[in-house]
Nanobody
Framework: QVQLVESGGGLVQPGGSLRLSCAASGISVRFNAMGWYRQAPGKERELVARIDTTAYTNYAGSVKGRFTISRDNAKNTVYLQMNSLNVEDTAVYYC?????????WGQGTQVTVSS
């Protein structure tokens, strides 16, 4: 059974930073392309960062240069370092495969950017 558990969210002021973690079990983050997604209130869920099996990364234009996705194979965990946060980054953040499977969605972690 695959389980993806997101953590690390919170309330942060504009310009601040957070580091999100996605602890995986039942799936290897090393041998699967993984992604971080977010869903803001009233909006569709969107892919913001992706890391493939070669550790090549891609980013949505809105976060490029500010967010960094990485993984720790030994810990079977994917991370999202988020810098220079702004209010538009407020959302629930999830991880999943880069081609997401419905049964893999976890509870997500809330990120709120507010002064």
């Amino acid at each position: 059974q695959v389980q993806l558990v997101e953590s690390g969210g919170g309330l942060v002021q504009p310009g601040g930073s957070l580091r999100l973690s996605c602890a995986a079990s039942g799936i290897s983050v090393r041998f699967n392309a993984m992604g971080w997604y977010r869903q803001a209130p009233g909006k569709e869920r969107e892919l913001v960062a992706r890391i493939d099996t070669t550790a090549y990364t891609n980013y949505a234009g809105s976060v490029k240069g500010r967010f960094t996705i990485s993984r720790d194979n030994a810990k079977n965990t994917v991370y999202l370092q988020m810098n220079s946060l702004n209010v538009e980054d407020t959302a629930v953040y999830y991880c999943n495969r880069d081609v997401p499977l419905p049964e893999y969605w976890g509870q997500g972690t809330q990120v709120t950017v507010s002064s």
